[in-house]
């Protein structure tokens, strides 16, 4: 018989396929699966108009066949099966071979790519089988015929016979060599598990024969020292469980199905901490099912940790991670989501595809984010354990990508509250807020404790204000890119004017200011370009000095880039503030310049320190201390 040539491009991807590299080979039982599942949705549906299909709705289904001596697997199934034209075009050629690239061809990564992602549909069963037969029986003819092919060199279509409707397709295993093993997929537990990761959900039957032990039955005279004999049998055992749980109603799903799916599929033995069962109809369907999980995992924030939903269409796994589902700030949600719209193969536009689930993903950020809304009102405990979790994500969320989505995540942050002593929101902060006050005041550390002991904390909190404690290193990035909540500024207590005072300590003040110009001026001098200015301070009490910082980058910040990687590290303009109400400064008035330049040292560095900024000679620090005794 002649053997048919495969169309160009078809032997091209053959070739590819045949001489894969691809390490994932198990991928063509799920597209020889969707394809059964495809071609018995076919026939079903007919069945629903056309009383002669002759099969009932619980009669489909798709077998696989192992054989070992035979070195087969056969995979049938009782669908619309193929005429002799269908066999010769569908499997000749590839279907609107239009979108494969074959332009690249240099670019293996990429098909690599193409496989893994949505597959090449029939071809692949070359990546494990030396030849593929094929015998197929459309519905409406009582002639069979067989597709025969080794590979690129072509192939051949002959009559056969076939009692049944459908497609019957074995594939002979390649023989094992030192880099691959292709027996194993002549095990059942291999196959059995390939077709639970992949097809679990295609909605018909997928059966196989198990072999199974029993213990043969006990003869009636069976005494206490009888012992039990066994034997081997085979039982047809359905593999996929066929109903997705994304594809039940919410209201018809228990906790525990919900859990145990979670902690079975993403591998968590903690239950999660929030179910988020959602779907959406219309221009595009889909159903997803998420989680929040109550710990984060422990590679979280580090770069090994990879985000993204599992997609599936039509039930059928396409891709175990995808990125493009899941913003970075949501980055911790676990889930799938399967949407019938998503075609497994790659026939259709690529662009297509990242329009839809650009789609998807947009909807599915607004779900996460209302649920975390809701959560964070009607239980504060559960959320404020997420947020130790996952906190420090939603805030680098804030101010990524020059604040994108502050707008988005503004109302899913909180802090510690000075006033309050618990997290609060900034909606709760700017609502309890007097009318005549000005600002959101925030002080940036490293700990809650210390920040509270900040001679400037004391001036807020005496004035009646409230105070945001900021204790992580993103926090005051991230206010800095809201710039305001509601209209009103943040404003660092250790940053420019705090506006606090009344008109009479203001004046007061500048007062103070005029008359110890030439003070100042010698103090700051004395600092030599160490600051930027020497000002009579409107924000301390008990304290002699402090150091603030003029311009949008604060002492905290500057901390915080000096201990990041790099050179060129940016500082804060500095000011040093003096407490004209202090003895120290009564002293400063009449203390000679050799003097002055001294106590002006001493009176920096421990303004540093008390900011948690290193002193800058230590040992001259020390020095000048001593002297003072
Ligand atoms: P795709 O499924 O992406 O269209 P394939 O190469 O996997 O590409 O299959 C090509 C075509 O062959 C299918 O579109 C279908 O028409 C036909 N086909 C494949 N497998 C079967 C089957 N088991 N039963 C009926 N038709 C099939």
């Known amino acids: 018989m002649a053997k048919k040539q495969f169309k160009t491009e078809s032997k091209k991807l053959m070739d590819l396929m045949i001489n894969s590299i691809y390490t994932n080979k198990e991928i063509f039982l799920r597209e020889l699966i969707s394809n059964a599942s495809d071609a018995i949705d076919k026939l079903y549906f007919k069945s629903l108009t056309d009383s002669t299909v002759g099969i009932s709705k619980d009669d489909f289904g798709i077998l696989i066949t192992l054989d070992k001596d035979a070195r087969t697997i056969k995979v049938s199934d009782n669908g619309i099966g193929m005429t002799r034209d269908e066999l010769e075009n569908n499997l000749g050629t590839i279907a609107r071979s239009g979108s494969l690239d074959f332009k690249n061809e240099n670019n293996t990564d990429d098909k690599i790519d193409i496989i893994g992602q949505f597959g090449v549909g029939f071809y692949s069963a070359f990546m494990v089988a030396s030849k593929v037969t094929v015998v197929s029986r459309a519905f409406g003819s009582d002639e069979a015929y067989l597709w025969e092919s080794s590979g690129a060199d072509g192939y051949t279509i002959s009559e056969t016979t076939k009692d049944s409707l459908g497609t019957e397709i074995t594939m002979t295993l390649k023989p094992d060599s030192d880099d691959e093993n292709y027996s194993e997929f002549l095990e059942e537990y291999r196959i059995s598990g390939i077709i639970k990761k992949y097809s679990d959900y295609v909605r018909y039957p997928i059966r196989m024969y198990r072999e199974k032990t029993r213990e043969k039955e006990r003869p009636a005279d069976a005494g206490e020292d009888y012992t039990p004999e066994y034997e081997t049998y085979t039982e047809l055992e359905t593999v996929n469980s066929m109903i997705p749980l994304w594809k039940r109603q919410a209201k018809d799903v228990t906790d525990e199905e919900y859990f145990g799916f979670y902690k079975d599929k993403f591998m968590d033995y903690s239950d999660p901490a929030k179910v988020i069962h959602t779907s959406a109809e219309g221009a595009i369907s889909y159903n997803a099912l998420m989680f929040i999980p109550s710990r984060a995992p422990y590679d979280y924030y580090t770069r090994e940790y990879e985000k993204g939903l599992q997609l599936y269409t039509s039930g059928v796994m396409i891709m175990d991670k995808c990125a493009d589902l899941l913003p970075d700030h949501f980055s911790f949600v676990k889930g799938v989501v399967d949407s019938q719209d998503l075609s497994l193969n790659i026939s259709r536009e690529m662009l297509q595809q990242d329009r839809q689930l650009g789609i998807i993903r947009r909807n599915l950020e607004k779900k996460i984010k209302n649920e975390l809304k809701s959560m964070l009102t009607a239980d504060r405990d559960k ?216 106590y002006a040292g001493i009176l920096y560095n421990q303004a540093r320190i008390i900011e948690g900024l290193p002193i800058e000679d230590p040992v001259e620090y020390t020095k000048d201390v001593c002297d003072l005794f």
């Open 383 to 598: 959320y404020e354990e997420f947020w130790k979790n996952f906190g420090r994500q939603i805030k680098f969320g804030c101010y990524n990508s020059f604040g994108q989505n502050s707008d988005l995540l503004k109302d899913l942050l909180i802090f510690w509250s000075a006033k309050e002593n618990k997290m609060i929101t900034l909606d709760e902060y700017v609502t309890a807020m007097g009318s005549e006050q000005k600002y959101i005041y925030y002080a940036a550390g490293d700990t809650a404790e210390r920040l509270a002991k900040l001679p400037a904390a004391r001036t807020v909190l005496d004035k009646g204000c409230d105070l945001l404690l900021l204790s992580e290193d993103v926090d005051e990035f991230c206010l800095q890119v809201l710039r305001e909540y509601n209209e009103k500024q943040f404003k660092n207590i250790n940053s420019g004017d705090l506006e606090l005072e009344t008109e009479d300590e203001k004046k007061a003040a500048d007062k103070a200011s005029e008359e110890s110009k030439d003070l100042l001026d010698a103090v700051r001098k004395a600092l030599d370009g160490k600051v930027k200015d020497v000002r009579i301070s409107t924000r301390l009490k008990e304290h002699p000095v402090c150091i603030t910082a003029d311009g949008p980058l604060s002492i905290e910040m500057e901390k915080i880039l000096a201990s990041m990687p790099g050179d060129d590290k940016p500082v804060s303009d500095k000011v040093l503030e003096l407490n004209a109400n202090h003895p120290v400064f009564e002293k400063l008035k009449t203390a000679d310049p050799d003097k002055l330049k001294k």
